[in-house]
């Protein structure tokens, strides 16, 4: 019985972290967003109510072009998964539509790819 109690614990550790940040540290962005540390820079992950935005910023926190990046999210909610596909809407960002807004524990995964190669990978669970 402790040894599944044990196993349990450590599984239900591991998928919290997994979904907790993209990179390393995490705080606050210029956008309202979580800003993630990626390397070669920062991604800051926002929300509204109609669509997810993706903006990029170098070491310093310099916003960098979205222009020539691509990406996806996978967004998971109410059991149900739905993959959108980002792309620039401006020379600062790159968005993807939502159908509905992002519902408390909603958890969202991004992959993208900055036009000088850069992958990075963001997770984010609705608060």
Partial sequence: M???????????ALSTSAFAAGGGHSHKGPNGGEL???KGGHAELVDTQTEIA??????????QSAKGASGKATVM???KTETLVLSPANSEKL???LAQP????????VSAKTADGR???VRHVEK
Avoid at 54 to 63: I, Q, R
Avoid at 102 to 109: E, N, P, Q, S
């Fill in 2 to 12: 402790k040894t599944m109690t044990l196993a349990l614990a450590v599984t239900l």
């Fill in 36 to 38: 993630i540390d990626v």
């Fill in 54 to 63: 993706l903006y990029f910023s170098d070491e310093d926190g310099k916003p």
């Fill in 77 to 79: 909610s109410a059991g």
């Fill in 95 to 97: 968005t993807a539509p």
């Fill in 102 to 109: 992002l519902a408390k524990g909603d958890k969202v995964v």
């Fill in 119 to 121: 992958s990075i990978q």
